[in-house]
């Protein structure tokens, strides 16, 4: 049971380039997270999904789209990255399920963009 | 809306002294309280988590923290820290749709 993964785990773009995030968990879980991470400022949702094919925005959604096209993975895309999107992203799920609201984490990806 | 704020970003301690981190919430519905601790370079775990019943709970590594509904916190202790302890901490409230507003984080440094 690996839990969530992420991939890549380091990836340095050039400003205006794009790249997917891949999120995969084997807990069969409805709901998926994306977050950003910057010194200081806590965890910030970017977007989440409560199940498959479907997706919202979070917190901090603009520069970003999302995908979940299958109940296991989400997908983070950026389109044309920007200085301002250097950040560690983590990845999260949660059960769905009434009286579980904790969320298990992937252990990120760090994300340069110069 | 539900909002956290963690009182102090960073709180140095000897090793075997006693810590206590600080936070309080603001919710306008029923409240579920979590703590997530951070290692360097990896993911957030869960800690332990307030969910009803006994205002206390404790984690399996000896921390423990107190739901106090009157003062709106939910403050982290331990009575005595290991150089192991040394994290970041982060205090979350749920919101809804399985989501949780984290707070800023602290960063517990446990000297020798």
């Known amino acids: 049971n690996a839990g969530v993964t992420q991939t890549p785990k380091f990836r340095v773009l050039k400003t205006g380039q794009s790249m997917t995030l891949l999120c995969a968990q084997d807990m069969n879980h409805e709901y998926m997270y994306w977050y950003r991470q910057d010194p200081g400022m806590g965890l910030r949702l970017i977007h989440y999904?409560?199940?498959?094919?479907?997706?919202a925005k979070g917190e901090v959604p603009d520069g970003y789209n999302v995908s979940r096209l299958k109940k296991q993975n989400f997908l983070l895309g950026l389109e044309s990255a920007a200085p301002s999107q250097t950040s560690v992203y983590f990845c999260a799920s949660n059960h769905g399920l009434a009286g579980s609201y904790e969320q298990y984490f992937g252990p990120g990806t760090r994300l340069t963009v110069t | 809306a539900q909002s956290v704020t963690q009182l102090d970003s960073q709180v140095p301690v000897f090793e075997e002294a006693p810590v206590e981190l600080r936070c309080n919430y603001s919710s306008s519905v029923s409240v579920y309280l979590f703590w997530y601790v951070q290692y360097p370079n990896q993911g957030l775990q869960l800690l332990l988590k307030?969910?009803?019943?006994?205002?206390l709970v404790e984690s399996i590594n000896g921390f423990e923290a107190e739901f106090n509904k009157s003062q709106t916190s939910f403050h982290l202790r331990k009575p005595s820290v290991h150089i192991s302890d040394t994290a970041e901490y982060f205090c979350a409230v749920y919101t809804n749709a399985g989501k949780s507003t984290f707070g800023d984080g602290t960063t517990l440094t446990v000297k020798p």
């Open positions: 307030y969910l009803s019943g006994s205002t």
């Open positions: 999904s409560v199940g498959e094919g479907t997706t």
